[in-house]
């Protein structure tokens, strides 16, 4: 409570001061025998466009440092598309409560950016002037969550809105506020701010939209419409120095590339390669959830494509990133990821377990080799060969044990789908990952790990009849992978010299 009343008065201190200059400047410029208005209207700045425009200077490559003027530009609702019928009513609802309550209150991000691509967002943040304690007394069964920066959980009958209290650089916070790794990484950036404070501090331009309902309009301080319209990703601020604290907006960086078919701005571009390794201090738990929005949200092939341009692949996943120069490496990976995009875009049910598997597969499968040309039975060589591939990758992103063991178990129907006589093909069918197992089987022939023909008979068992799979069942060779020695069956081992009889 104390810190947050702290935050509140350095708040109200830099408002106080931001309207005395504004004052002060607005009087130097009037001139005694200029009309009222004429002075509105050099106020407000409108053009023939009716868009409100304030100057400010951009650095090289477009990019704005978070601290300096930015431009105001506000497109009345006549020179936009976005309309509030396609925004939530949950979202709507916050936005009336904090307005009523006194605050302000504007749907910002992806909300806003998808609604004027004609996309149809699947959430609404809201961004406000409250603190999150001031806020939460306006919602019942509202929830502060976060650390490193705190936001406020807001549900509205079935949904969740997001509220951010507007941001300040983290530079103007007091150390219980704001705290940097020696990597340049923000740990914390509790510093609030104002709506324009708040826009510089976003990620890219194109998320840094404001849409309120008084008046209808969008605001944008950091030229976001005009890289919607030229279709650019490009970074608020020096981009090397918002990467370090942050390298996730790497990923972002390639995400939003990816889903809105935009360009990458060269200066956002040209750091990746040498910040790439800033990847290993963000927390394997978070990665995996970053990875789940790269490769599971319908672009993954395409996703997949923009992370090995910029050299970010191969600190997601560095056991397959190693082993892609093989074509057949490369078209597994592919063919995984096009599956689960085509999947996504029929609303198919998708798991990470099968995406995990593909993309660790070969790296299994290589290591397994080695131990089975070193003498190790076939099933234990698989067994080690997965414990060693699936550590490595934990120190890279967090695998769950909800998707781990599914994973693996689609790795050891491998060896039994090969074996199809007496029961077992009955057994192997009635599995519960048979036909995760089965689908993976008809990408490993795609990709030509290995020949053509099981996936084939597995398909025509599973569309016969009762005494059509028993004559398949005859039909097909009874010996799978050999799983080295066995021993005879039978009694215990006679002794040397003992008789046969005896």
Do not use: C
Not at 107 to 114: E, P, Q, S, T, Y
Not at 395 to 419: C, D, G, N, V
Request: cysteine-free; proline content about 6%.
């Amino acid at each position: 409570m104390f810190n947050t009343l702290i935050s509140s008065i350095k708040r109200w201190h830099r408002n106080t001061k931001s309207e005395e200059t504004s004052q002060e400047a607005n009087s130097a410029d009037a001139t005694p025998h200029s009309s009222s208005k004429d002075a509105d209207r050099a106020h407000r700045g409108r053009g023939k466009s009716g868009r409100e425009k304030q100057s400010a200077p951009r650095k090289a490559g477009g990019a704005r440092e978070p601290n300096t003027p930015s431009s105001r530009i506000v497109v009345p609702r006549n020179d936009h598309n976005l309309s509030r019928r396609n925004v939530s009513r949950a979202a709507l609802t916050v936005m009336k409560r904090l307005q009523e309550g006194g605050f302000q209150a504007y749907i910002v991000g992806g909300g806003v950016r998808d609604l004027l691509l004609g996309g149809h967002p699947k959430d609404f943040d809201v961004a406000t002037d409250a603190t999150p304690e001031e806020a939460k007394q306006l919602f019942r069964g509202a929830r502060i969550v976060g650390r490193r920066f705190r936001i406020l959980h807001a549900r509205i009958g079935r949904e969740v809105i997001e509220v951010t209290t507007f941001r300040g650089h983290h530079s103007d916070g007091e150390e219980h506020e704001a705290q940097q790794s020696e990597h340049g990484m923000l740990l914390r950036d509790n510093v609030y701010g104002d709506l324009e404070s708040d826009a510089v501090r976003r990620d890219f331009t194109v998320n840094a939209l404001y849409y309120t309902t008084q008046g209808f309009e969008i605001h944008d301080y950091t030229g976001g419409m005009q890289d919607i319209e030229d279709r650019l990703i490009r970074m608020i601020g020096d981009p090397e120095t918002r990467y370090k604290e942050d390298p996730v907006r790497m990923l972002r960086a390639v995400r939003f590339a990816a889903k809105l078919d935009f360009d990458i701005e060269p200066a956002t571009a040209a750091p990746l390669q040498q910040t790439a390794p800033l990847l290993r201090n963000i927390a394997p738990a978070r990665l995996f959830d970053e990875v789940l929005k790269l490769l599971m949200s319908g672009h993954g092939e395409r996703t997949f494509e923009l992370l090995r341009e910029f050299h970010l692949w191969g600190h997601l996943f560095p056991d397959n990133a190693r082993l892609l120069d093989n074509p057949e490496v490369e078209a597994l990976t592919r063919l995984a990821l096009r599956n689960t995009d085509r999947r996504i875009r029929n609303d198919q049910r998708v798991t990470p377990a099968f995406l995990y598997a593909a993309l660790l597969w070969p790296a299994v499968n290589f290591e397994q080799k080695f131990l089975t040309e070193n003498g190790t039975p076939l099933v234990p060589a698989l067994a080690q060969a997965a414990q060693k591939v699936v550590s490595a990758q934990l120190t890279h992103t967090a695998i769950p044990k909800r998707f781990s063991i599914p994973m693996r178990e689609i790795w050891e129907q491998q060896l039994r789908l090969p074996r199809r006589g007496g029961e077992r093909a009955y057994r192997t069918m009635e599995h519960p990952r048979f036909r995760a197992a089965y689908d993976f089987l008809l990408l490993r022939e795609e990709s030509q790990e290995i020949p053509a023909g099981l996936g084939q008979w597995w398909t025509e068992f599973q569309q016969a009849d009762d005494e059509q799979k028993q004559q398949m069942i005859k039909d097909a060779p009874r010996n799978g992978p050999k799983n080295g020695r066995r021993r005879k069956r039978g009694g215990r081992r006679r002794a040397p010299n003992q008789p046969k009889n005896s």
